[in-house]
């Protein structure tokens, strides 16, 4: 069934909310290598803009966007088969 997985994603156009951080940009290079279309929207494409060049260079689209836009991210996964979404959040302060 492991063969089943990467076929599915071949062609189609997946959306990485968050996905230049050090886990995101993981399963945006594992997705862009099963053929998936991927584009990563990114809140901030300067503190990224090494990643985002490697994404690129791989043929795989950047936008800069905020997922609190939501209008923003409706136009950006509309069409999309799957969207996932990598953020990290600070630890909880520990008092």
């Known amino acids: 069934m492991s063969h089943v997985v990467p076929q599915w994603y071949r062609q189609r156009p997946v959306t990485v909310i ?35 060049s490697d994404c690129e260079a791989r043929g795989v689209a950047v936008r800069e966007g905020d997922l609190r836009d939501h209008d923003a991210m ?14 990290a959040s600070p630890a909880p302060s520990r008092a």
Do not use: K, P, W, Y
């Open 18 to 52: 968050g996905g230049l951080g050090f886990l995101g940009i993981n399963l945006t290079m594992h997705l862009a290598g099963l053929g998936a279309r991927v584009t990563v929207v990114t809140r901030s494409l300067d503190r990224h803009r090494a990643e985002a």
């Open 74 to 87: 409706r136009a950006t996964v509309a069409g999309r088969t799957s969207s996932s979404t990598l953020q």
